[in-house]
C-alpha cells in the first residue's frame, strides 16, 4: 500500500481532457515536497512527464500538465491520443518510516 | 547524452544473493548533482524505489530493504552496483537504474532487467 493514492484506473474518449489525482498527507506533498509523474507503456521504459509540480521536460507536449495543492497533486491530460493509453505515477519525497521517495500505486489510463 | 544499461543474472536461488550493475554511457557518473538510483517492479504492481548512490559513495536506502541492500559506485568503470542479500519470491521483479537530477525526479531511466527468484 504507497502512501501516495492514485485510482486505479481512469478512461476517457479521444480529444477529451482527464485528470490523474495523486493523494498523499502531511509527511510527503502536504509537507512542500514536489511531485513528478511519469508515463510508462508496457514494456517501455519510465518516461519522466513532468517534475516539480508543473514542469515539463523537453519534449513532452502542452497537452500534459501537473498541478499541486494541499496534500495532492493532479496530472492533466487534454486532447487524449490512443497513444496516450498506458500507466501513469506519481512520485515524492516522504518522511514517515515508509521510505524516502515513493511512488503512487499507478493509474492505467485507457483510450475509448 | 546519458544512457543507461543494466546487466546481472536473470535468475537468483532464493537466499542468495542478487547482484546487478548499471552502466552509464554518454556522460559521466561523477557529476555534481545526480544520484543513482534502483527502482523495481514487481509483475502487476507499482514501482519501489530501492536506493541509491552519490558519486562519492554516499548512499541512501529504502528502510523497508536497507538491511538487505547495499549501492556501491565505480567511477573509474563509469558503473553503480546493486546487492539484494537473502532474496525471496517477493524480490523477484524488474528492476531499473535510473539517474535522479537536482529536482528530485528520474529523469533517465534503464531499460528494465527481469530477476526471478527461483530454485
Redesign the interface.
Known amino acids: 500500500q ?1 502512501v501516495l493514492t492514485q485510482p486505479p484506473s481512469v478512461s476517457g474518449a479521444p480529444g477529451q481532457r482527464v485528470t490523474i489525482s495523486c493523494t498523499g498527507s502531511s509527511s510527503n506533498i502536504g509537507a512542500g515536497y ?1 511531485v ?1 509523474w ?1 508515463q510508462h507503456l508496457p514494456g517501455r ?4 512527464l513532468i ?2 509540480n508543473d ?1 515539463r ?1 523537453s519534449g513532452v507536449p502542452d497537452r500534459f500538465s501537473g498541478s499541486k495543492s494541499g496534500t495532492s497533486a493532479s496530472l492533466a491530460i487534454s486532447g487524449l491520443q490512443a497513444e496516450d493509453e498506458a500507466t501513469y ?1 506519481c ?1 515524492s ?1 516522504d518522511t514517515s ?10 493509474t492505467k489510463l485507457t483510450v475509448l | 547524452q546519458v544512457q543507461l544499461l543494466e546487466s546481472g543474472p536473470g535468475l537468483v536461488k532464493p537466499s542468495q544473493t542478487l547482484s546487478l550493475t548499471c552502466s552509464v554511457s554518454g556522460g559521466s557518473i561523477n557529476t555534481g548533482s545526480s544520484f543513482w ?1 534502483w527502482i523495481r517492479q514487481p509483475a502487476g504492481k ?4 530501492i536506493g541509491r548512490v552519490y558519486a562519492t559513495g554516499s548512499t ?1 536506502y ?3 530493504l536497507k538491511s538487505r541492500v547495499t549501492i556501491s559506485v565505480d567511477t573509474s568503470k563509469n558503473q553503480f552496483s546493486l546487492k539484494l542479500t537473502s532474496v525471496t519470491a517477493a524480490d523477484t521483479a524488474v528492476y ?1 537504474c535510473a539517474r ?2 537536482a ?5 533517465i ?4 532487467t527481469v530477476v526471478t527468484v527461483s530454485s
Open positions: 504507497s514536489d513528478h511519469y521504459v519510465p518516461k519522466l517534475y516539480g514542469n521536460p505515477y512520485q519525497y518510516l515508509s521510505a524516502f521517495w515513493v511512488f503512487g500505486g499507478g | 538510483s507499482g514501482l519501489e524505489w541512501d529504502n528502510p523497508s531499473f535522479q537530477a529536482t528530485a525526479a528520474f529523469d531511466w534503464g531499460q528494465g
